[in-house]
């Protein structure tokens, strides 16, 4: 594996797919999925605690370019940007089962729609619970209905009990799990895709319709059995209590 680096590049890049993921448009084929995992981040964010004392420091691993940069800042983080491979936006070069950043050395790790990309999700949870300080919160998303999309692989989609299962091999205590979108919306989110893939962006009047109305349906049915995702706040124990 390439060995961790910091970069030169600070600034946001990729700002036109930064703004796409956390502002998406109705008129857009994934509007269902990408507003609901912003919203969701947004609120996992607000939930946390902020660190006491000096500015705390949060680090966004696979974060592409970086489309929750603002969002951490806003809420009073430093922030740092890890993917694979050096681009805009990317401060760290790592993986997230090998981050190369030193123990207890970070408040928040935030990781949306990563770990099924990894070959083993439990050990880049072990690698979080190690950077992370005693106290220190976890931020992840992963799939539950969707496509295949290799970035270069995709191994996974977790249930409910999965990504429990997962705060538990990190030692996590679990804070909270949301499933985002309920079984309307992941039906309408799947006809659009189809109809993207087979038409592309002429359908978008279509997909503000289907959109509305996948919405509409989700929050009076409240059945969330194929939920899109699943949105995880955990947090690190303060400290480890020995047997006596």
Not at 225 to 232: E, I, M, T, Y
Request: hydrophobic content about 45%.
């Amino acid at each position: 594996m390439e060995a961790t680096r910091v970069t030169e590049q600070g600034c946001l890049g990729s700002a036109e797919t930064s703004l796409r993921r956390v502002a998406p448009s109705i008129l857009q084929h994934d509007y269902l999925v990408l507003s609901y995992l912003y919203r969701d981040i947004r609120r996992g964010i607000a939930s946390i605690p902020a660190a006491p004392g000096a500015r705390a420091g949060a680090i966004d691993v696979g974060a592409g370019g970086g489309p929750y940069r603002a969002l951490l800042a806003h809420s009073g983080y430093t922030v740092r940007t890890l993917d694979i491979e050096p681009g805009p936006g990317i401060d760290i070069v790592g993986r997230a089962e090998s981050t190369g950043l030193a123990d207890a050395s970070v408040d928040l790790v935030v990781c949306t729609q990563v770990l099924e990309h990894t070959r083993a999700p439990w050990l880049a949870v072990r690698e979080f619970a190690r950077i992370l300080k005693p106290g220190g919160s976890l931020l992840f998303s992963v799939p539950h209905v969707w496509f295949h999309h290799p970035h270069p692989h995709d191994y996974w989609r977790m249930t409910r009990e999965g990504v429990a299962a997962l705060c538990e091999e990190g030692g996590f205590e679990v804070v909270e799990i949301l499933p985002q979108g309920g079984s309307a919306a992941a039906f309408v989110q799947v006809f659009n895709f189809l109809v993207y893939g087979a038409v592309g962006a002429l359908a978008a009047p279509l997909f503000a319709v289907t959109n509305a109305v996948g919405r509409g349906i989700d929050a009076l049915i409240s059945d969330t059995r194929f939920a899109l995702n699943h949105v995880c706040v955990a947090r690190k124990p303060s400290a480890v209590t020995e047997a006596p």
